[in-house]
């Protein structure tokens, strides 16, 4: 973000609509700011608002805060239908400095904790945020961390930065850890529905986040500290890792037994209590249940501990793209083909149903190893038009009949609502399914996981 010293124009300045937190002594916060205006950020500032909650938005891409100030939404889970009259109404506003910092009273942060390429946590965003933050840090700020990261975090790193200004935790400020808990394209499950853990690093950080919290959510849910809060979301998301990588060892395993998975799955979740049902598939995909596990295993090999079970699903789910890749190989073989001569079409390359977000979707590791055995390969996603891989810029390609019948492959890796999968069957001489959406019907020419 631009300037730290400047005022913010007036476009920008949030208007009052309560007291201020610290003018009253209490936790009824008049105005909220959320740093970092992406998948999670930028609905959390959209519930403030419906809350009646002035909002105000920081992010450090000018070009994501142009767009918000349009009324344009970057994630699919906010219509801009939906966002521009709040905008409009100057109840959610992006700042265009950090010193707008000082005229809100609580502030939620949620930039990314990406891993870095020799799979460490990489919490320079958040750290980055907290300097971000510091010069404008005044007493009555509530300070809520809302990135997933390891035990530790909110106070071994936040905490000293915050309070290297003089101020003191608990007396000057508060803070707190609360787990974002968003799942993007979740209709089901709005945010305001959504249980909030909350850990304050004292007793009276935990009360005054879950007083403001309580405002926007139905439930909020208070545990002792910052570090059972942080820990909590990673249980959360090392089970989804873990029983994913169970399942997906079990699609390995009737492979070779030569059984179908999706049947097998389908039967054991007809047992009403004791089982839970995971699907299989080509891999772990965006920027939570691949990452997340990875920040624990991280903390506490630092404790001479081996997390046995997350490296485990580690390794059995990061095998997945390779085995999808094998075994459509395989089945073309079957028809007389060899993959390096083969036509490919992949269909969903998001990481999940009915988003855009690309980070970490095995799609694009199916990709690489296709292009790397030689198919000609084309995607189509309605969600992503283009898509670069390695050194290979992609456009979306449309799905017609037409198109389809000049294909030998397709691999259905995300199945979007809306996507014909009829229509691929009927065109295609090959199909592999690598999600189960063909599970149940019958075709020479499909192929599952
Ligand atoms: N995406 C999800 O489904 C999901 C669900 C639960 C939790 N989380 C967690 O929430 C956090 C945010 O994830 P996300 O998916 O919203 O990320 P995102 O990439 O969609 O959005 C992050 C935003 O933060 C901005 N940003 C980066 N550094 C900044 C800084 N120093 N100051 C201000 N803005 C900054 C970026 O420009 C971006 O707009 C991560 O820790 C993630 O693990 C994500």
């Given at each position: 973000?631009?300037?730290?010293?400047?005022?913010?124009?007036?476009?920008?300045?949030?208007?009052?609509?309560?007291?201020?937190?610290?003018?009253?002594?209490?936790?009824?916060?008049?105005?909220?700011?959320?740093?970092?205006?992406?998948?999670?950020?930028?609905?959390?500032?959209?519930?403030?608002?419906?809350?009646?909650?002035?909002?105000?938005?920081?992010?450090?891409?000018?070009?994501?805060?142009?767009?918000?100030?349009?009324?344009?939404?970057?994630?699919?889970?906010?219509?801009?239908?939906?966002?521009?009259?709040?905008?409009?109404?100057?109840?959610?506003?992006?700042?265009?400095?950090?010193?707008?910092?000082?005229?809100?009273?609580?502030?939620?942060?949620?930039?990314?904790?990406?891993?870095?390429?020799?799979?460490?946590?990489?919490?320079?965003?958040?750290?980055?945020?907290?300097?971000?933050?510091?010069?404008?840090?005044?007493?009555?700020?509530?300070?809520?961390?809302?990135?997933?990261?390891?035990?530790?975090?909110?106070?071994?790193?936040?905490?000293?930065?915050?309070?290297?200004?003089?101020?003191?935790?608990?007396?000057?400020?508060?803070?707190?850890?609360?787990?974002?808990?968003?799942?993007?394209?979740?209709?089901?499950?709005?945010?305001?529905?959504?249980?909030?853990?909350?850990?304050?690093?004292?007793?009276?950080?935990?009360?005054?986040?879950?007083?403001?919290?309580?405002?926007?959510?139905?439930?909020?849910?208070?545990?002792?500290?910052?570090?059972?809060?942080?820990?909590?979301?990673?249980?959360?998301?090392?089970?989804?890792?873990?029983?994913?990588?169970?399942?997906?060892?079990?699609?390995?395993?009737?492979?070779?037994?030569?059984?179908?998975?999706?049947?097998?799955?389908?039967?054991?979740?007809?047992?009403?209590?004791?089982?839970?049902?995971?699907?299989?598939g080509p891999g772990l995909g965006g920027?939570?249940?691949p990452?997340?596990?990875?920040?624990?295993?991280?903390?506490?090999?630092?404790?001479?501990?081996?997390?046995?079970?997350?490296?485990?699903?580690?390794?059995?789910?990061s095998?997945m793209p390779r085995?999808a890749v094998?075994?459509m190989?395989?089945?073309?073989?079957?028809?007389?083909?060899?993959?390096?001569?083969?036509?490919v079409l992949v269909v969903g390359v998001a990481y999940k149903a009915?988003v855009s977000d690309i980070r970490e979707s095995p799609a694009l590791d199916i990709i690489e190893l296709l292009i790397?055995?030689?198919a000609?390969l084309r995607y189509h996603d309605p969600l992503v038009?283009t898509l670069t891989v390695g050194?290979h810029?992609l456009?979306s390609s449309?799905?017609?009949?037409?198109?389809?019948?000049?294909?030998?492959?397709v691999m259905i890796v995300t199945p979007h609502?809306?996507i014909?999968?009829?229509?691929?069957?009927?065109?295609?001489?090959?199909?592999f399914d690598c999600r189960?959406?063909?599970?149940?019907?019958?075709?020479?020419?499909?192929?599952?996981l």
């Open positions: 973000m631009e300037g730290d010293g400047s005022h913010m124009s007036s476009k920008t300045s949030p208007r009052r609509t309560t007291r201020k937190a610290h003018d009253r002594g209490n936790p009824h916060i008049g105005i909220a700011g959320v740093v970092g205006l992406g998948y999670v950020g930028l609905p959390l500032m959209v519930e403030c608002a419906r809350a009646g909650i002035q909002a105000v938005g920081f992010d450090t891409d000018p070009a994501r805060r142009r767009m918000i100030r349009r009324g344009e939404s970057p994630v699919e889970d906010i219509a801009s239908e939906d966002l521009r009259p709040l905008v409009k109404s100057g109840i959610v506003s992006v700042a265009e400095d950090w010193s707008a910092l000082r005229d809100v009273d609580a502030i939620s942060i949620c930039v990314p904790t990406p891993l870095r390429k020799s799979k460490e946590p990489d919490i320079s965003f958040v750290t980055a945020a907290a300097e971000s933050l510091k010069p404008h840090l005044r007493r009555g700020h509530l300070i809520i961390l809302e990135s997933t990261t390891y035990p530790g975090t909110t106070r071994e790193i936040v905490l000293p930065i915050l309070e290297s200004t003089g101020l003191r935790v608990g007396k000057d400020f508060w803070l707190a850890f609360s787990p974002e808990r968003v799942d993007p394209g979740n209709v089901e499950w709005p945010l305001s529905r959504i249980p909030k853990v909350i850990g304050g690093i004292t007793p009276e950080c935990t009360r005054e986040a879950a007083a403001f919290y309580s405002r926007i959510f139905e439930t909020v849910h208070p545990v002792s500290s910052a570090e059972a809060a942080e820990m909590a979301k990673l249980l959360e998301n090392t089970f989804r890792a873990v029983n994913i990588g169970l399942v997906n060892e079990f699609a390995l395993t009737c492979d070779r037994l030569g059984l179908d998975t999706w049947e097998v799955i389908k039967a054991a979740g007809t047992k009403p209590f004791g089982f839970m049902s995971f699907k299989p920027h939570c249940i990452i997340d596990p990875q920040y624990l295993s991280w903390r506490m090999r630092l404790l001479n501990f081996t997390t046995r079970f997350i490296d485990l699903a580690e390794e059995v789910n095998e085995h094998l075994k190989a395989m089945a073309l073989n079957h028809q007389g083909k060899a993959i390096s001569k083969t036509r009915d790397s055995h030689g000609k038009p050194e810029t456009k449309p799905l017609t009949a037409k198109t389809l019948r000049s294909f030998d492959a609502t809306g014909d999968h009829r229509l691929i069957i009927r065109s295609v001489p090959l199909v189960g959406v063909t599970a149940g019907m019958k075709g020479k020419n499909i192929f599952r």
